[in-house]
């Protein structure tokens, strides 16, 4: 699961790393109310008091109780609870039913999380095999994933919610940051080298490197705007057939989909959801949380296409990115070579390699320095919940 | 909605009443945390919290703003998020989407509760028409059977999670009530006289009084107890499809069921969740928390059958009840006579009258002195989260 | 299952009442192609064939194989495939799945039906125990009511069919009668008897004879005609929830109704479809294919409402009736004292029992002398696919 | 949709195609009771009569109505119903709904058949521009797809008729054919040239011939054989959930799956339906009928993989293959510089490239000359009703 030759970390380094990142999270947590941690409005959201407990059950799970002698678990019903799709780490509470538990309270999972990174810093100053130095690593990629999903998750809470509540107003200048003025750029075919290269940690599915021949291609330096969005709709991109794929058009018709996910018809003027609550919708801004299928038929109204993956990665170099995840039109899959790891954290991404597309790039919500260009994002084809953008290529 | 003739209440006894049932909600409410207000684990179960705003709602929307001059409404958004089913009064949040909801939060609607009980106690401090007292009644009646809801739906929200939190050690003692020794009384058939005699209040649904005419019968002065069901299951009864109505026998396999809610097997052998947590079954206090279906299969076993609600009714002075909500093999269906109130609270009951089925008595957290024995409740035949159980009829 | 005391039948009026209900479902068939038996549009209308070959079954089931000595079955695998709701009868081809298969073939099903009555001749020809004669009256009733499942289940399976296939022109005139003009009439309150007395064949839900107490009550000489059902639906009445059961509301919003079953906007024209195609619609023709929910809310719309079963029954000498089943405010539920037979045969009717309303008079599908003023049909609230109409009471 | 640079056909050997491939459809009929062409079991499996008048509509539709001067249409009914998933051409019935469609008869269908086929060869022997020659050929292959699917379908109706018909004794030889002796042979790898190069007939999917680059792989000669498969099943290979996809294994347990589609348990002993009936499972014959997450476990529990189709593509020169559709682990996605066709053609393949598996080779049913080494079919990772099999990798 991680690089096979990260670089080493000292435990100086290790323990203020893993500090930061706990820190953070709790960071993200200061504006809720007790409430706000406990919905589940769908199944792919999770209550944020789980994403809170989760990474932290990941230190206790994966490594205190492994490597830490004589470490007592701190609540043995958390094993089950806290558990998400590790299937070998006993039985767990069903993901559509996380949402329907109001115990353990907010004040526990605190208490719990502060548990745990006592035993943690204790822990971290002690003498320390490189497999298990690399497997903290991961747990606070990990944790960064879920402060990710956190806010994802707090914002769909949120913006169901009609009262539409502000969360913080420190997200609304890079959510409605304009896009880069930018055209396409050519890049010419040939053979690239596409994966992680080994220098620091890399989730197991960015391995091995390995070499794809690409054709000539063209590809956007900037994202596709709210204002491009907003001509697609009123050319009646919603209501032509033959710009979608065929479970697209199926999913438009059944669910009566008409516009990206927080955007809201206000008295006949299109408004936003943001974190800071309803707002305009700036013309500039990249268009955000929309499906692969919107992005795959806007790109087909436009007489484009999204880039794979591969290209992505080829021509990164070339564009900034980290505004939106964008859609490639590459199927999550896995790279030649692909080996999963033994036991539970072997169920971290293989597994999921079927039926889903990958995302490249990061988002505002993502957290600094935790995406790379060698990074694989993946959601199913019709979820609109992430922080999701359009790049074209031709 | 209310009887034709209810008694006169005084004024000062009107602000008494109105002290002592809403104080009797926020006496409920005590020994929650938080994060038990918000959950809504299925459909039939309303979130804590929506339970003590809606029935502060009912106040404000039904009497406060229709008859208190210069009313100010505490938050024009509270109209459609606390409305339940009143569809005359404006969209509403999706019976199935309140759980979604994180705000607004508990202390803001313990501050409406506050600011409607304000006004009220000046508004019936002033002189009020006959009719808008009996609205106020009306009100306090729905408020108590919320508080029967809040218990219930509480129960369910606790009895699903696997901490099995304790709500409070009080409810004990009757909800393991033994069930009294007794017989089967015969009742001489004939014409009885069914429904409420206009003393005092009463719903809508229980009027008008009316003639049933009744063969002989015999009817139980007991009620089923748990040793008594735990025979009926351990003598195949959820196997044996010849003793169940054939929407009964699908609900049992689709669902898996065999055995009454909040029984657990814990290692072989059989506890229940209540109040107090997980515990023994009292092999002598009745069976609670069965189905129409499971009630009536129980009575095809023992050769017995379900009353009808007119021979519950017209036996009632000849036995206890008061324990459990008692199925009766008669379906929620108007009385001769019977007329919806005009407006919005005509839409109390009649629109509910078809596919559910009347049960008659009380249980050990109806509020006291709510019922009656001409009370009609009623709810779907698959329904088992009310304290609901068995009295066997011939 | 039949009445206590059934008029003695000649074996030569039995053998000849044999012939006539066999030969009558025989008649029916003749319209119809191979393959208008085999599909199955919704789970409550049987694919013709599997009527025809129940029918059958019934009689090898029931009486040749409990009482025919030698009898060597048809065939060992039409047991499950033709049985219907029968539990006691092993296992069954899953309802909703009999418009799957294509054998056995509707030649072989008619052969097996020349089979039994070959045989049934010649049971019938000898000495039979009086039981043994009502079981095979109660195959003819039963066969009878399959006779009117088969033509309402043809009607939807051609309704649904873009072609709209004709399938007789013999029922038109019957369909379109116009409903006899008539007024209220009042009926005096008092004790009326309900229930079947015995003279002749009954099913066992008519049984037993019983008092029932009833207030005065007026109730309509004529049904509802599609005149007055279209001032219905042009007042708006499919708009206006305060008209609607609650899940009557929930139905007609989630399914789009609109109109009756069968009536379709042919390019701004309301035409309908009967056995005879598309054609106009007769506006004095009783209103036809409406749900409980529909014929509940249009009597709430006229001020007044449906009667219940007993006083139509008791009214039943006053009007002609016949024309179509008409929904009754009455929930199917047994009679004081009813009781179910033993075996299979006890299966036929009080399984059913919950969740369905009661239907009384006939429809001109009824097999003719089939039905009678004490005869209860009954089916779920939804349901529109039966001849279904309205007679108003207050 | 057909390839750049078809090889040109002369007017005799197009007409002898036409003719050889419709004479076809109707030879694999003759088995066939009236009865097996109506129903429609599942939504992916079409009624056998849709089939046979759907492959007629595209050359009535997109030819003779297009380009043969005065063309009648046969029935204007029949263009939306035996149309399929093409949206430009006007409503159609829902997919979902083609069994509930007892007319036309099959003799109706027949007619049409000879109808469309008389005007096709007159119009044949015209004087046709290489585009129309080109659309001939298409329908000829989308004719041979439907001749396909024709089998697939009635087997999978015959396969859950409890009577287990006999269809034809013709393919039990092939079905139950012994897989080769082979072993793994190491492929070099390398930059290939994958797709169709423009001699012949091709689909618009397997365009544009492009290079694709291979590490080193090895590929098994031979398909995995029920003795392989049946070792697996007996290993516990359905319930290790480490071997499967975390989809895949949600799809094993909310299903029961646990052996292959038409392998039944007759007392203890497994079996297979084949088109010759129930009978034994042929140990050496290659697995049929599993699903991708079932090929992906077993490759899983085998310590292999799946090739990709480029991989398969790449080695396919190196042994046999037809036997079975091989799952790949590669989605559905276009090739570089794949282009759409313009019209309603343009449907045929481009939307269906999400959430679909690529199958490489061949069947036991596919017509004789329909497959190539470039032959890209594909279905969702769940269905198992197409002759589906394994090929290894490492």
Redesign the interface.
């Known amino acids: 699961m991680q690089g096979s030759h990260p670089k080493r970390v000292s435990p100086e380094d290790l323990r203020e790393l893993y500090l930061a990142v706990r820190s953070y999270t709790e960071k993200l947590c200061e504006p809720l109310?007790?409430?706000?941690?406990?919905?589940q409005?769908v199944v792919d959201v999770s209550p944020p008091?789980w994403n809170i407990a989760h990474t932290t059950w990941f230190f206790e799970e994966m490594i205190l109780k492994n490597f830490s002698q004589d470490y007592k678990v701190f609540d043995e019903?958390f094993r089950?609870?806290f558990n998400s799709?590790y299937?070998?780490v006993g039985e767990r509470?069903l993901r559509d039913?996380r949402?329907?538990?109001?115990?353990?309270?907010?004040k526990r999972i605190f208490e719990y999380r502060k548990y745990v990174d006592e035993k943690m810093y204790v822990f971290l100053d002690s003498d320390l095999a490189q497999d298990v130095r690399d497997l903290v690593i991961l747990g606070l990629n990990h944790e960064q994933q879920h402060q990710e999903l956190f806010l994802t998750d707090l914002k769909y809470?949120?913006g169901?919610?009609?009262?539409f509540?502000v969360y913080s107003n420190d997200f609304l200048p890079i959510e409605v940051t304009e896009s880069e003025q930018g055209d396409f750029i050519e890049i010419n075919g040939g053979?690239f080298d596409i994966g992680f290269d080994g220098g620091g940690f890399c989730f197991d599915n960015e391995l091995a490197l390995?070499?794809?021949?690409?054709?000539d291609?063209s590809i956007c330096e900037r994202l596709v705007s709210n204002r491009e969005y907003t001509e697609f709709i009123e050319d009646g991109g919603y209501g032509d057939?033959?710009l979608?794929?065929?479970?697209?058009?199926d999913w438009v018709r059944q669910n009566g989909i008409e516009k990206p996910l927080y955007w809201h018809d206000l008295n006949g003027e299109l408004v936003q959801y943001t974190y800071a609550g309803l707002g305009k919708i700036w013309p500039n801004a990249p268009v955000c949380h929309i499906s692969?299928?919107e992005a795959s038929a806007f790109a087909e109204w436009k007489g484009c296409?999204l880039p794979t993956e591969f290209e992505w990665e080829a021509a990164s170099g070339r564009f900034r990115w980290g505004l939106r995840w964008e859609w490639t039109?590459?199927?999550y899959?896995?790279y030649?070579?692909f080996k999963k790891a033994a036991g539970a954290v072997?169920?971290y991404n293989g597994?999921?390699?079927?039926?889903q597309?990958v995302l490249r790039g990061g988002s505002v919500v993502t957290p600094p320095g935790h995406s790379r260009k060698t990074y694989r994002n993946f959601f199913h084809?019709h979820l609109r919940w992430q922080f999701t953008g359009i790049r074209l290529a031709t």
Do not use: Q
Request: glycine share 6%; aromatic share 18%.
């Open positions: 109310e007790i409430e706000d941690y406990v919905p409005p008091k019903s089950f609870l799709y299937n070998s509470t039913h949402g329907d538990l109001s115990r353990p309270t907010v809470i949120f169901v919610n009609p009262l509540p053979t390995h070499k794809v021949f690409l054709n291609f057939f033959r979608w794929h065929s479970e697209g058009w692969f299928y296409r039109n590459s199927a899959l896995p030649p070579g072997g169920e597994k999921f390699m079927i039926n597309m084809p």
